[in-house]
T-cell receptor
Framework: DAGVTQSPTHLIKTRGQQVTLRCSPK?????VSWYQQALGQGPQFIFQ???????QRGNFPDRFSGHQFPNYSSELNVNALLLGDSALYLC?????????????FGQGTRLTVV | RKEVEQDPGPFNVPEGATVAFNCTYS??????FFWYRQDCRKEPKLLMS???SGNEDGRFTAQLNRASQYISLLIRDSKLSDSATYLC????????????FGAGTRLAVHP
């Protein structure tokens, strides 16, 4: 039973560029949430996808967008990268259909913007 | 005020010690509570779920006080391998599985 997988694990980008991060949820899970974790901070909620739609969004600018595919996998896109976007990006999967709300995380993508 | 607040620590304790972390939350509609453990540069991993007044799993005990809106985590007989950051997490419903994380409490267990 595969857990949550994310790719790539590490990424270096230049300011102004665009990046796409990918996530495959745990088997049986249909909800994907994305978090940004800066050094020394707890994960901050970016948005959540369920049934291919953005269900809820945290306090992040429109430069952050996402997508969920029919197989429940998801992408996070960040445009016009800023130095401050450097962080660990975590994908969490859970069940959105009345199941227990525990979320399980992928290993994360460490993004460095230079 | 942050939605979930934790003492950042670090808590430096010797092996075998008992250590307790507290966490307060501001949203009285919060329904479920969790403690996650996060090792340096790794992803958070679920340690305990707290659905009622508390939960115990081996050396770990979590307690919930809804009236005072705080959750605690007690670790008995600390091991070196317990060294990590412990994240307090609150689940707020309203139809969505939204988890709100505290900034974490760092624990360092030394010989």
């Amino acid at each position: 039973d595969a857990g949550v997988t994310q790719s790539p694990t590490h990424l270096i980008k230049t300011r102004g560029q665009q990046v796409t991060l990918r996530c495959s949820p745990k088997s049986g899970h249909d909800t994907v949430s994305w978090y940004q974790q800066a050094l020394g901070q707890g994960p901050q909620f970016i948005f959540q996808y369920y049934e291919e739609e953005e269900r809820q969004r945290g306090n992040f600018p429109d430069r952050f967008s996402g997508h969920q595919f029919p197989n429940y996998s998801s992408e996070l896109n960040v445009n016009a990268l800023l130095l401050g976007d450097s962080a660990l990006y975590l994908c969490a999967s859970s069940s959105g259909t009345g199941g227990r709300p525990e979320a399980f995380f992928g290993q994360g993508t460490r993004l460095t913007v230079v | 005020r942050k939605e979930v607040e934790q003492d950042p620590g670090p808590f430096n304790v010797p092996e075998g010690a008992t250590v307790a972390f507290n966490c307060t939350y501001s949203n009285s509609a919060s329904q479920s509570f969790f403690w996650y453990r996060q090792d340096c540069r790794k992803e958070p991993k679920l340690l305990m779920s707290v659905y009622s007044s508390g939960n115990e799993d081996g050396r770990f005990t979590a307690q919930l006080n809804r009236a005072s809106q705080y959750i605690s985590l007690l670790i008995r007989d600390s091991k070196l391998s317990d060294s990590a950051t412990y994240l307090c997490v609150v689940f707020v419903s309203g139809g969505y599985n939204k988890l709100i994380f505290g900034a974490g409490t760092r624990l360092a267990v030394h010989p």
